[in-house]
């Protein structure tokens, strides 16, 4: 079985680039007047940076291979925290921002969630 040849640089710019939606969205949420002293809100945008914040030295180092690996295992957070925002942001606003941020955020993740599928098919970042 031959497995395809993936450029682990060029996945992980689209990577970082699909995280600049989380970073903006966890950004809006911080900072709306609307959430200001939501908890479960708080709990979304936390859970947001800290993914944000787990992937920041491997992708500055340029460290693939710890990059994606730390990126499967906060997955699971950021995927959670997408659908919390999806059912709490009705009741949070009906404005066209904030339906958008969860469009926003759940294509971002989805897509993520894709790059990671070609990370696995191709045998990298394997889990130590």
Same mark, same amino acid.
């Given at each position: 079985?031959?497995?395809?040849?993936?450029?682990?640089?060029?996945?992980?710019?689209?990577?970082?680039?699909?995280?600049?939606?989380?970073?903006?969205?966890?950004? %809006?949420?911080?900072?709306? =007047?609307?959430?200001?002293?939501?908890?479960?809100?708080?709990?979304?945008?936390?859970?947001?940076?800290?993914?944000?914040?787990?992937?920041? =030295?491997?992708?500055?180092?340029?460290?693939?291979?710890?990059? %994606?690996?730390?990126?499967?295992?906060? %997955?699971?957070?950021?995927?959670?925290?997408?659908?919390?925002?999806?059912?709490?942001? =009705? *009741?949070?606003?009906?404005?066209?921002?904030?339906?958008?941020?969860? *469009?926003?955020?759940?294509?971002?993740?989805?897509?993520?969630?894709?790059?990671?599928?070609?990370?696995?098919?191709?045998?990298?970042? *394997? *889990?130590?």
């Amino acid at each position: 079985m031959t497995s395809e040849r993936i450029d682990l640089s060029d996945l992980m710019c689209r990577a970082e680039r699909l995280l600049s939606h989380v970073w903006m969205v966890r950004t %809006f949420l911080k900072h709306s =007047p609307e959430t200001e002293d939501d908890v479960e809100v708080s709990q979304i945008h936390r859970a947001l940076y800290d993914v944000m914040l787990a992937l920041g =030295p491997s992708a500055a180092a340029g460290d693939y291979d710890s990059y %994606f690996r730390l990126l499967k295992k906060k %997955f699971r957070r950021l995927r959670e925290a997408t659908e919390s925002w999806r059912q709490l942001q =009705p *009741e949070v606003s009906s404005h066209m921002n904030f339906r958008m941020s969860v *469009e926003s955020l759940t294509a971002a993740v989805a897509e993520l969630e894709q790059l990671l599928s070609r990370v696995d098919a191709a045998g990298g970042s *394997e *889990e130590s």
